[in-house]
T-cell receptor, first 113, second 114 residues
Framework: KQEVTQIPAALSVPEGENLVLNCSFT??????LQWFRQDPGKGLTSLLL?????REQTSGRLNASLDKSSGRSTLYIAASQPGDSATYLC????????????FGGGTRVLVKP | KAGVTQTPRYLIKTRGQQVTLSCSPI?????VSWYQQTPGQGLQFLFE???????NKGNFPGRFSGRQFSNSRSEMNVSTLELGDSALYLC?????????????FGEGSRLTVL
């Protein structure tokens, strides 16, 4: 059974510092991995989607890497801003299960001005 | 382009009642999936529909059901509500049911069961 873990559950950084968020999964047989952002009481906003054949994906200040063999993904956010404060979730797609995603528990980020 | 629309956004029910939640996917998207989010269990997959057919189902009791209409809009129903059904119910849409597609989520329907 696929399990997705995000450690730490929460972190606090000063504005301007780079953020490094970790995601690990137990079964490397995935088709892709997606990173989301969730603001309190809101839905999920898709940040990056990395296919299993890719090593990384970039969008603006965001960069996500994927190492399938070791079951890890890392989301980097450069030069953090208070507006980056949110919960970040990673989710893997096991492939044969269509659009059934398995989510990690999330990392709650606070960027202090 | 409008995003995924979920209605109602908030609702309060009492134990034993039933509830129906609605989801309108992004225009042109044919796959709709539903997730339940609770503080204790996190995000859990409920079911997925594509072209009016249920493709996948999560590990939830039969009280949870859903359907998809020909215009791709989807509804989920929870019967005989229990306190533990209080959660944020999220709907996601994707252009296809192909595994490489990106999922886009709505704002969710927050259900409180008293």
């Amino acid at each position: 059974k696929q399990e997705v873990t995000q450690i730490p559950a929460a972190l606090s950084v000063p504005e301007g510092e780079n953020l490094v968020l970790n995601c690990s999964f137990t079964d490397s047989a995935i088709y892709n991995l997606q990173w989301f952002r969730q603001d309190p009481g809101k839905g999920l906003t898709s940040l990056l989607l990395i296919q299993s054949s890719q090593r990384e994906q970039t969008s603006g200040r965001l960069n996500a890497s994927l190492d399938k063999s070791s079951g890890r993904s890392t989301l980097y956010i450069a030069a953090s801003q208070p507006g980056d404060s949110a919960t970040y979730l990673c989710a893997v797609r096991p492939g044969a299960a269509g659009n059934k995603l398995t989510f990690g528990g999330g990392t709650r980020v606070l960027v202090k001005p | 382009k409008a995003g995924v629309t979920q209605t109602p956004r908030y609702l309060i029910k009492t134990r034993g009642q039933q509830v129906t939640l609605s989801c309108s996917p992004i225009s042109g998207h044919r796959s709709v999936s539903w997730y339940q989010q609770t503080p204790g269990q996190g995000l859990q997959f409920l079911f997925e529909y594509f072209s009016e057919t249920q493709r996948n189902k999560g590990n939830f009791p039969g009280r949870f059901s859903g359907r998809q209409f020909s215009n791709s809009r989807s509804e989920m129903n929870v019967s005989t509500l229990e306190l533990g059904d209080s959660a944020l119910y999220l709907c996601a849409s994707s252009p296809t049911a192909h595994v490489t597609g990106e999922l886009f989520f709505g704002e969710g329907s927050r259900l409180t069961v008293l």
